[in-house]
């Protein structure tokens, strides 16, 4: 399973705090994680600016995920 964790914006847009997806076999990425988050929770993400992490550590859109990893998806965020 792959853990996959909302915050912020993104978590109202999608409707949940988090979801558990399966992972499937052979290689698989960050993107492709957001594609079945959006197939999952029926609302398009890719028109909002969004970062990733994967472990809690932050990544391209491109990294690869494994079974049992957690994958985020944020706004950025910005100070004043």
Known sequence: MIHVKFFASVRERVGMAEMQLPCPPGDFSVEEVLTMVE????????????????NQQHVPFTAPVQDDDEVAFF??????
């Open 39 to 54: 197939g999952q929770a029926g609302t398009e993400l890719r028109d909002v600016h969004l970062l990733a992490s994967l």
């Open 75 to 80: 706004p950025p965020v910005t100070g004043g």
